[in-house]
Structures are given as structure tokens and as C-alpha cells.
């Protein structure tokens, strides 16, 4: 074990060793009944391997759940655990409402990614609270908001609360990559267990705070669409020691390889990301900055201003469709003219942007006949979902209420999330996540992975007043 490794592993154990010894004054405040049943339930999940792994079962996790929910007094019937496979079970909850509108669909993955107990400073899978952090995988991404929605839905149901309307609580499997992912395998199997007015995803938008300052309510309405194109030159090969430069497959697909790393696809903002970049504005700390982003939510043709955001990946990836060479493969034998020369260009388009637009744009840039063009598997795009004015109304007013106050800004995530799936299906869906992360400390899918304490337990008012709020028609 390295030097790095020993510090990191003895900081921690001092720090659990310590977090009950300070003085009285310094003694966290009792937990109440709902934060330490919130944290059973966080304990539980996180303790439980959902890895898409040998080792890994989610339907473990939804049977956890599940049972929670029919001690507290769920029906049977408004408890589901069901999947393709006997260990993507995905769990499905009905709070049954007074029929005052359609329902609303509140949603998290239970599946976590792999974490190796040797890369990380302690277990994994235990739940450590250490220095105001609940660390173990999934904590952040999103076991932490699983928790806190199950705890909320259970809250309410005890306290005996009748929505409006019904409320639906989903947490399913293979949001991390697997081959089952459940909120897909629902809307095309199960869809009248799932189906609502709209859909709140806790694995999307960006409650963002740095160093522990909360800066903003960030709420996804969109994610750019992945789509891989296969590139392939063909050519007749022969012998390397009478090589032909202009039949060679490799030079080929390189050159138009090079053309396509100079370009960049037009500037568009959609409804999303031209109010980010407006209301995003006044929180930037660098004044140059600030003044692109007014610059560009104003005329989305100033250069000038498109130059300076395109610097920075996440802005530049918020202003156009992106295609970049990720693979190549060519040749069959060292002393052979290649006969064959591939390579993979993952695009993310924006929402939107139709596929055989951004086909007919590579085919001009790459600029070679000899270049065979073809989508790799089958693309389905999801649709922008329109900004919400009661939801961002709902959220100005928590923001003031819980927080003293924060703006609210629409969001457009470039990677992707469940929130495809539910778009797909036509349930416009928006990334709340309820629970504030570190700009600069997103260990998601990382080492020591963590959320704030104090974060964990504020994100549970804050779901609690929350879906009150919605179930108001």
C-alpha cells in the first residue's frame, strides 16, 4: 500500500474514531425520528452490492424497500417489485390520492457502479460518517436520494396524508450501463404503473453548493442525445514494400479524421440553455465570464463571446452538437497495405437536432467518398422537455423558504441520465435532486465517494414540503 494510501486510510479511522468525542457544545443535535429512519433506510441501501456484477443484486435493495413500505402501511397491491431477470427487480410504490389529477412520478436508481475495496480508504460498501460526510458507494449517486424519497413517501403515509393525486415512487435497476435498465423495461411493459402528468428524477439537475455554500437550484430539462457512428475505408491492401499513398485505407480515414477535429458544429441555444447562460450570469465569480454568458444568451452569433465559452468543455458542450473520434482500428498484419480502416465518432446532439442532419454535416467535414458512414445501433432520440412554470414557481419558493433564497436555473445535462427513457415515453421529466453537491468535490462514481450530513438530512424536508407542493393540481 502506498504512503498516500496509509495517510488517507489512518485520517479516517481517526476521524471515526473522534466523531463522538468532542466536547458537549460541539455535539451534533438528536437526530429526529425521521432523519434516523431516513438514515436506516440509507444504511441498508448502501450495504446492499447493486453492482451490475456476480456479486450484485438490485432486487435485494427493492425488497428492502418494498418491505419497509408494507410496514408502514402500503397495500400490497401498491407495492411492486418486478423485472426481467430474478436480480433487476425495480420497485414500484402508489400513495394513493383523491383522483384530483393525474399522478406524478417521482424516480432513482437503486444500481451503483463497481467500487474495489483496495482503491478506496475504507469498505465500500459500509456506510461511514466521518468529518460531517456519509461515505460508500452510492451515497451520492443516488442511494442518498433513494433513501430520502422512500422516507418521505413512508413519512407521509404514516402521518396519514391523502394527496390530490397519486403520487408514484419508482427506484429501479441499470441506470449505470447494465442490460436491464428499468425504467426503460417499465414504460415498455409495465407503462400504467409508471404513467404521470410529469416526472421528477433525483439523478438529474444539480442542487450545487461549493465549500459548503449553496449556490443555486439547478432543474434538467434536457440531456443531449448519444449516438455512435461507425467510419470505415475499404481498399484492396497488397504488399508493404510497394506501398500506394493513394490507396492507402489508414491515410484515408485519417485525413478526414483531422478535418473533423478543426470543425465545430453551428452554435444553437435551445430554450434550456439560453435561460442557464441568462440567469447563470450574475453567479459567476469571474466578471469575464459573466459577461460572455450575457453576451451569448443575447446574440448566440457573437463570436467573440462563443470563442471565450468554448474554452471551458461543459460551455462548450452546452453551445453546440459535439462529434469526437473515440476508437480507431485498422490493418491485419504489420507487412500488409491495410485493407480495412475503422473508427468510432460519439456524437451528443443537441435536443432536437435530427440524426440525418448531423450525418449529412459529418459526411461534408470528413470529405471523402472513401469514407462509409453508418449509425452504430439504434437511435432513439429524447425530446426536450419545456420548462415548467409551476415547478421552477415551487422551487423559487422552497429556495426562499429553506434556503434563504437561491436562483433557479434550467439546466442541460451533456452525459445522460433515466430521464431518456421517461422522455421517450412521453412523460416530460425534470431533474430535481434535492440534495446539495460540491461543485469541486463530485466523487460520483470515484473514490470515497460522500455526501454532507447535514446536506442528507435537509434534502428530507426539503422532498417532504416538496411533493406536497406538486400534488397540488
Known amino acids: 500500500m502506498s504512503f498516500r494510501k496509509i495517510a488517507a486510510t489512518f485520517l ?136 430520502g424519497l422512500a422516507a418521505t413517501f413512508i413519512r407521509l403515509k404514516k402521518e396519514g396524508w391523502t394527496p390530490p393525486r397519486d403520487l408514484i415512487l419508482a427506484l429501479t435497476a441499470d441506470e449505470e450501463g447494465g442490460q436491464y435498465n428499468g425504467v426503460q423495461w417499465l414504460a415498455e411493459n409495465h407503462r400504467d404503473l409508471i404513467d404521470a402528468e410529469y416526472c421528477i428524477n433525483t439523478d438529474a439537475g444539480n442542487f450545487e453548493s461549493m465549500d459548503g455554500k449553496r449556490l443555486l437550484l439547478g432543474i434538467q430539462t434536457s440531456e443531449k442525445n448519444y449516438v455512435d457512428f461507425h467510419l470505415e475505408v475499404k481498399s484492396s491492401g497488397g504488399h508493404s514494400s510497394r506501398p500506394v499513398k493513394a490507396e492507402n485505407a489508414i491515410y484515408h480515414l485519417a485525413a478526414g479524421i483531422n478535418r473533423l477535429a478543426d470543425f465545430d458544429f453551428p452554435v444553437h441555444l435551445t430554450e434550456t440553455t439560453h435561460d442557464f447562460f441568462e440567469r447563470a450570469a450574475p453567479l459567476q465569480t469571474d466578471p469575464e465570464t459573466a459577461k460572455n454568458f450575457r453576451a451569448v444568451a443575447h446574440d448566440p452569433h457573437d463570436r467573440e463571446a462563443v470563442a471565450f465559452l468554448s474554452r471551458t468543455p461543459y460551455f462548450n458542450a452546452l453551445l453546440h452538437t459535439t462529434c469526437v473520434a473515440t476508437r480507431l482500428e ?75 433564497g437561491l436562483p433557479v436555473v434550467p439546466v442541460m445535462d451533456a452525459g445522460a441520465s433515466d430521464s431518456k427513457y421517461t422522455r421517450i415515453a412521453g412523460i416530460p421529466t425534470y431533474g430535481v435532486p434535492g440534495i446539495f453537491a460540491d461543485e469541486g468535490d463530485d466523487r460520483a462514481h470515484g473514490r470515497d465517494e460522500r455526501i454532507r450530513v447535514k446536506d442528507f438530512y435537509d434534502g428530507l424536508e426539503f422532498y417532504y414540503q416538496f411533493m406536497q407542493s406538486l400534488a397540488r393540481p
Request: aromatic share 4%; glycine share 10%.
Open 330 to 404: 485498422a490493418g491485419h498484419a504489420n507487412n500488409a497495405l491495410p485493407q480495412t480502416a475503422r473508427a468510432n465518432v460519439n456524437c451528443r446532439m443537441l435536443p432536437g437536432e435530427p440524426l440525418q442532419q448531423v450525418q449529412d454535416q459529418l459526411k461534408r467535414v470528413l470529405a471523402d467518398d472513401r469514407i462509409a458512414i453508418t449509425v452504430d445501433g439504434n437511435f432513439v432520440p429524447a425530446p426536450a422537455s419545456p420548462i415548467n412554470p409551476i415547478i421552477v414557481r415551487k422551487l423559487e419558493e422552497l429556495g426562499g423558504k429553506l434556503y434563504g
Open 12 to 147: 479516517l479511522a481517526l476521524a471515526l474514531m473522534n466523531a463522538g468525542k468532542g466536547k458537549a457544545q460541539d455535539a451534533p443535535s438528536p437526530l429526529t425520528p425521521n432523519q434516523q429512519f431516513a438514515r436506516d433506510i440509507l444504511k441498508e441501501l448502501i450495504e446492499i452490492n447493486t453492482t451490475d456484477t456476480p456479486a450484485g443484486n438490485v432486487t435485494a435493495a427493492a425488497e428492502a424497500v418494498a418491505a419497509r413500505m408494507r410496514a408502514a402501511g402500503f397495500p400490497t397491491e401498491d407495492v411492486k417489485v418486478l423485472g426481467p431477470v430474478p436480480t433487476k427487480g425495480n420497485l414500484v410504490v402508489r400513495l394513493r390520492g383523491k383522483n384530483g389529477g393525474k399522478p406524478l412520478l417521482f424516480l432513482a436508481h437503486l444500481d451503483v457502479v463497481q467500487a474495489l475495496r483496495e482503491d478506496w480508504s475504507m469498505d465500500p460498501f459500509k456506510l461511514n460518517e466521518a468529518g460531517g460526510y456519509f461515505y460508500g458507494r452510492g451515497t451520492l449517486d443516488i442511494k442518498g436520494a433513494a433513501a
